[in-house]
């Protein structure tokens, strides 16, 4: 069984930045694609980046140019780094991996806001 569990979401400013991470833990071999996903409420769940074991990654429109997703493989961490942020981008993001079948991370709150 895999866990993910989120930290360092919070509140920020327009035009600021913020760091979340996500670190996996139990029985596992290796996790192929870890992601980002965000939620606001009555709206479904997007995908906001991705990232392989090779380090290959994918954005969504909405955030490209301003976040960038990486990974620890030796610590099993991955991170969004979220750069120039938008009262648009306040959600509860969620950290996702697929290992026998979807896991979720319970999330983290990311608002942005004066």
């Known amino acids: 069984q895999v866990q993910l569990v989120e930290s360092g979401g919070g509140l920020v400013q327009p035009g600021g930045s913020l760091k979340v991470s996500c670190a996996a833990s139990?029985?596992?071999?290796?996790?192929?694609?870890l992601a980002w996903h965000r939620q606001t409420p009555g709206n479904k769940r997007e995908l906001v980046a991705s990232?392989?074991?090779?380090?290959?990654?994918n954005y969504a429109d909405s955030v490209k140019a301003r976040f960038t997703i990486s990974r620890d493989n030796a610590k099993n961490t991955v991170y969004l780094q979220m750069n120039s942020l938008k009262p648009e981008d306040t959600a509860i993001y969620y950290c996702?991996?697929?290992?026998?079948?979807?896991?979720w991370g319970q999330g983290t709150q990311v608002t942005v806001s004066s």
């Open positions: 139990g029985r596992f071999d290796r996790l192929w694609t």
């Open positions: 996702y991996t697929y290992y026998g079948g979807d896991i």
């Open positions: 990232i392989n074991t090779r380090g290959s990654t």
